[in-house]
């Protein structure tokens, strides 16, 4: 009998777990906008990726070898549409990852996570954030240093983040990015948009606000020069009354 010949198995990493994306509404709205906000910060840089709640990769043949960001950035790979990021494809280290804790996550955001960042991923700077202020701390960052993190110092109750060039921190109550070199706040596209609309809602108020005032000033001007004829037709009236007069006499 002539012996087959299977196929090699064929390797697969899967792209995920069927697992929801985040715990709570709060926490899944976050991890959007804080993808989205990035992501726009960076819309004009080609090599800069964000990207978030995706399969990472970290070691070839070993599907196991795997973590999920909740959202990352990293310099040097372009913006296309990543299924999975595997390191030995893409580039194998990140410059920034955000992990949205919750009480049931704490251990492993702040343990077995945060060693794979830090030892394996040589994540530049990692921060952890707790949109309901359950865990303590709630809110903090690491920086990479030599071989180890250390703990980002607040600045005015915000985390400077050197990789991204902005301020992590709470804007009414939801997390933000500030920008300090334009001293203002950070936000996803649809409050930008909604920013835009006012803004051109107020624009187009002071315009018709400005046409009226116009329109205003030009009947008070003609009024005012109705008035100044009438009143020069009336003393023209009295000196011819009076140079009548005169005559007469």
């Avoid at 509404?25 to 992501?39: F, W, Y």
């Avoid at 296309?80 to 990852?97: A, G, H, I, S």
């Avoid at 707790?130 to 180890?148: C, N, W």
């Avoid at 933000?176 to 409050?191: I, S, T």
Wanted: hydrophobic fraction near 35%; include cysteine; glycine fraction near 6%.
């Amino acid at each position: 009998m002539r012996k087959r010949i299977g196929a090699a198995p064929t390797l697969v990493y899967p792209d995920s777990d069927g697992e929801p994306m985040a715990e709570s509404g709060k926490h899944v709205r976050t991890l959007l906008d804080m993808i989205d906000a990035i992501d726009q910060f960076f819309r004009d840089v080609p090599d800069v990726h964000v990207g978030g709640n995706m399969f990472l990769y970290y070691e070839e043949g070993n599907p196991r070898k795997v973590i999920s960001p909740d959202v990352f950035m990293v310099r040097g790979v372009s913006k296309k549409d990543l299924r999975t990021y595997k390191t030995w494809e893409q580039q194998p280290y990140l410059d920034f990852v955000l992990e949205l804790a919750s009480p049931s996550t704490y251990t492993k955001d702040f343990n077995e996570k945060k060693a794979i960042y830090e030892q394996i991923l040589r994540v530049k700077e990692y921060c952890i954030y707790d949109p309901y202020h359950e865990i303590d701390p709630s809110f903090i960052g690491f920086r990479l240093v030599g071989d180890a993190y250390e703990e980002i110092a607040f600045v005015e109750g915000r985390l400077p983040c050197e990789t991204l060039g902005l301020e992590l921190g709470e804007r009414d109550g939801v997390l933000r990015l500030y920008d300090p070199v334009k001293g203002m706040w950070f936000g996803p596209g649809r409050e930008h948009t909604a920013e835009a609309e006012a803004r051109a809602f107020e624009e187009a108020h002071a315009r018709q606000k400005a046409e009226v005032r116009a329109s205003e000033a030009e009947v008070r001007a003609s009024e005012e020069t109705r008035a100044r004829r009438e009143a020069e037709a009336e003393l023209e009236k009295l000196r011819a009354a009076l140079h009548r007069l005169e005559t007469t006499e």
